[in-house]
T-cell receptor
Framework: KAGVTQTPRYLIKTRGQQVTLSCSPISGHRSVSWYQQTPGQGLQFLFEYFSETQRNKGNFPGRFSGRQFSNSRSEMNVSTLELGDSALYLC??????????????FGQGTRLTVV | GNSVTQMEGPVTLSEEAFLTINCTYT??????LFWYVQYPGEGLQLLLKATKADDKGSNKGFEATYRKETTSFHLEKGSVQVSDSAVYFCALRDGGATNKLIFGTGTLLAVQP
């Protein structure tokens, strides 16, 4: 069974540019969450999608956006990049329900560097 | 709001030593609790979980017990190996109609031969 696939693995962008990151969840999983990992702030929740609808959103500026497609694949977009957006962006694949024992399976992440 | 507090690292141990990484939480209701592990250059892997008070999660020799009375979920292993060197994250599921996870700051474990 294939795992969670995030592309690209590494990305270098210039301040002011925009970037799109992609996540393909485990087959059959209907929910995707995104997290930002930085040395200073740790792991912070960005958003959660279920069946193409945003179910929850973290405390990030509007420059951060996402969407989910009908095949459950998800993309997140960051516009007007800032140096502080440099981070490891992790995608989590979840079967879909919100039962207490629901597990999240993480991809290897996309390492974004803003210069 | 809900939060997780994890002991600061790094933790440096010799092979076969006993490991404890402390984790306490603040939450309303009864959140599910998790330990994740991150190896260098990798994403997060679920190590173990517990969904209700007094549940014990276990995997690969690691254990953690959900203690409601002390709001704790400490990670333990009786005999660590060099291959256990990684960053360990305690997390809680925020509850309700969401799978949002709230993570602790992570604890770096370095095991020396």
């Amino acid at each position: 069974k294939a795992g969670v696939t995030q592309t690209p693995r590494y990305l270098i962008k210039t301040r002011g540019q925009q970037v799109t990151l992609s996540c393909s969840p485990i087959s059959g999983h209907r929910s995707v969450s995104w997290y930002q990992q930085t040395p200073g702030q740790g792991l912070q929740f960005l958003f959660e999608y279920f069946s193409e609808t945003q179910r929850n959103k973290g405390n990030f500026p509007g420059r951060f956006s996402g969407r989910q497609f009908s095949n459950s694949r998800s993309e997140m977009n960051v516009s007007t990049l800032e140096l502080g957006d440099s981070a490891l962006y992790l995608c989590a694949s979840i079967p879909g329900g919100t039962a207490m024992n629901t597990e999240a399976f993480f991809g290897q992440g996309t390492r974004l560097t803003v210069v | 709001g809900n939060s997780v507090t994890q002991m600061e690292g790094p933790v440096t141990l010799s092979e076969e030593a006993f490991l404890t990484i402390n984790c306490t939480y603040t939450a309303t209701g009864y959140p599910s609790l998790f330990w994740y592990v991150q190896y260098p250059g990798e994403g997060l892997q679920l190590l173990l979980k517990a969904t209700k008070a007094d549940d014990k999660g276990s995997n690969k020799g690691f254990e953690a017990t959900y203690r409601k009375e002390t709001t704790s979920f400490h990670l333990e292993k009786g005999s660590v190996q060099v291959s256990d060197s990684a960053v360990y994250f305690c997390a809680l599921r925020d509850g309700g109609a969401t799978n949002k996870l709230i993570f602790g700051t992570g604890t770096l474990l370095a095991v020396q031969p």
